[in-house]
């Protein structure tokens, strides 16, 4: 697609079920960030993958919380064993950057509203 | 880990009324980025600038790099205008983006 796309839009869970958020980047784009955003807040960093390199995940906030992505593609950010404090905006992000040392405008899918009930 | 203040935190404007928005960095950055979040909760980004002046028909942004602050403008200002701006920065290359905590704006008609 032309833009980033995140599945599920919306996601209501109980309190203690795992759960999965889909990102999917623009074709090309080898960086790919996650932020979380709770109502009324700014955007807090997670992750952030750069094409072949190790992940940073200096932002996710407990071992509860992992991402995967498959090569310069689609990323998975899963949350196992939910709690209400996980209730928030997902928002994943690409831009193109063929190297590290590149920076290139990010571009931010419309986000999952994740509740924790 | 570098910090990013936006100021200021809310911004109330009358339609046509022009306005600056201020973003303060607490080190030198390899990439500054402006975004704008709709009240639909989109963003959308504004401009890359790590440095200099652009400009976007009624928006610019000016980024001083040694002085550790960037500017955003709105001229004419709409209604449309409204929603939250944040600005973010890259301290190093091949580092993540830190947001500040974001200007929110609204334009009354």
């Known amino acids: 697609g032309a833009g980033v796309s995140q599945s599920p839009s919306n996601k209501v869970t109980e309190k203690g079920k795992d759960v999965e958020l889909r990102c999917d980047p623009i074709s090309g784009h080898t960086a790919l960030y996650w932020y979380r955003q709770r109502l009324g807040q700014g955007l807090e960093f997670l992750i952030y993958?750069?094409?072949?390199?190790?992940?940073?995940k200096s932002g996710l906030p407990s071992d509860r919380f992992s991402a995967e992505r498959t090569g310069e593609s689609v990323s998975t950010l899963t949350i196992q064993r939910t709690q209400q404090e996980d209730s928030a905006v997902y928002l994943c992000?690409?831009?193109?950057?063929?190297?590290?040392?590149?920076?290139?405008?990010?571009?931010f899918g419309n986000g999952t509203r994740l509740t924790v009930t | 880990g570098i910090q990013v203040e936006q100021s200021p935190p809310d911004l109330i404007l009358q339609e046509g009324a022009n306005s600056t928005l201020r973003c303060n960095f607490s080190?030198?950055?390899?990439?500054l980025q402006w975004f704008h979040q709709n009240p639909w909760g989109q963003l959308i980004n504004l401009f890359y600038i790590p440095s200099g002046t652009k400009q976007n028909g009624r928006l610019s942004a000016t980024t001083v790099a040694t002085e550790r602050y960037s500017l955003l403008y709105i001229s004419s200002s709409q209604t449309t205008d409204s929603g939250v701006y944040f600005c973010a920065v890259e301290k190093a290359a091949g580092n993540k983006l830190t947001f500040g905590g974001g200007t929110r704006v609204l334009v009354k008609p």
């Open positions: 992000a690409s831009s193109w950057a063929p190297v590290s040392s590149y920076n290139s405008p990010l571009h």
């Open positions: 080190d030198s950055v390899n990439n």
């Open positions: 993958f750069q094409g072949n390199s190790a992940p940073d």
